[in-house]
């Protein structure tokens, strides 16, 4: 692999965080087997609210950080910001050689919203005789800000009175209805029904670390969310391809979702590019003895 920054240089545009990246031919992360000898330390994701900036608008904080028991060959960190459901930013880092990678990053925020960022932290390892593993782990937080003119700005992750309880309720609401038709629009396009699928919003993916996908064992689930990762990385986060070669930032489009054949056969990702654009990513489940 040839030899590129630490870091990807990352920009701010209208509040929103966009990675550039610095080379066109290393947009990959690439699943291989995963190396059981090495564990994380340590990874999370942390939304938290910062301060009030003017009467209209708020500023966060989004911290990533992820810890390795040593130095391996390549670590990546790459985490999506969805706001009330669509994806406001995109945080990537790598390194050669290392085991921490660490990102804080300040952005500008206005009214009240639903916040969620879900991190893939990852690793590549080269041993001898040309055999390479790998290693993830997912991380997530959510942040709900109440910016309303009646009373003063504030945030939680969990509701912890019935006015935060109402709030969250609302905001989720409001969040659900847009992307429920919108994934509706979706699976009548791909003529796709409900009952065949379990469906996964991107950013609930990291439950499924503690849950399995239908049909498959724990080692298996993990095998196929990190074949997924790949495609997302790929196919959504560094870009996506049109069908007349053109290619849009995936900013400012809804979550993707993600089916699950509940036959264990495939799963599907469905989203929509910013020109109307309608897409498909198909991965096929290994046949695992």
Do not use: C
Not at 30 to 46: A, G, L, Q, R
């Amino acid at each position: 692999m040839k030899k590129i920054s630490n870091f990807f240089l990352i920009i701010l545009i209208l509040s929103l965080l966009i990675v550039n990246f610095d080379d066109p031919k290393q947009k990959v992360i690439k699943y291989f087997p995963f190396d059981e000898d090495i564990k994380f330390t340590d990874h999370s994701t942390n939304l938290s609210l910062i301060s009030q900036t003017d009467e209209d608008s708020y500023k966060l904080q989004w911290d990533i950080q992820s810890n390795l028991e040593q130095d391996i060959y390549l670590r990546q960190d790459v985490s999506l910001l969805f706001v009330d459901g669509k994806l406001k930013g995109i945080l990537n880092q790598w390194k050669e050689k290392a085991n921490e990678l660490k990102q804080e990053t300040l952005l500008n925020g206005e009214d009240s919203s639903h916040y969620e960022a879900i991190t893939l932290h990852h690793g590549e390892l080269h041993y001898p005789d040309d055999v390479i593993k790998s290693i993830q782990k997912m991380s997530h937080d959510e942040l709900y800000v109440i910016d309303s003119p009646h009373s003063p700005l504030e945030s939680f992750k969990e509701p912890g009175n019935s006015n935060e309880k109402e709030w969250k309720k609302t905001l989720n609401r409001t969040k659900s209805q847009a992307l429920n038709h919108y994934w509706n629009e979706l699976m009548r396009h791909y003529e796709l029904s409900s009952e065949d699928y379990l469906e996964i919003p991107l950013a609930d993916l990291w439950q499924y670390q503690q849950k399995t996908l239908p049909t498959l064992t724990r080692k298996q689930t993990d095998q196929v969310i990190g074949q997924l990762w790949e495609g997302l990385y790929q196919n959504y986060i560094i870009g996506i391809k049109s069908h007349q070669d053109q290619e849009y930032n995936a900013i400012n489009t809804y979550m993707p979702l993600i089916l699950v054949d509940k036959k264990g056969k495939f799963i599907y990702v469905l989203f929509r590019d910013e020109s109307g654009q309608n897409h498909r990513l198909i991965q096929r489940v290994p046949e695992f003895s």
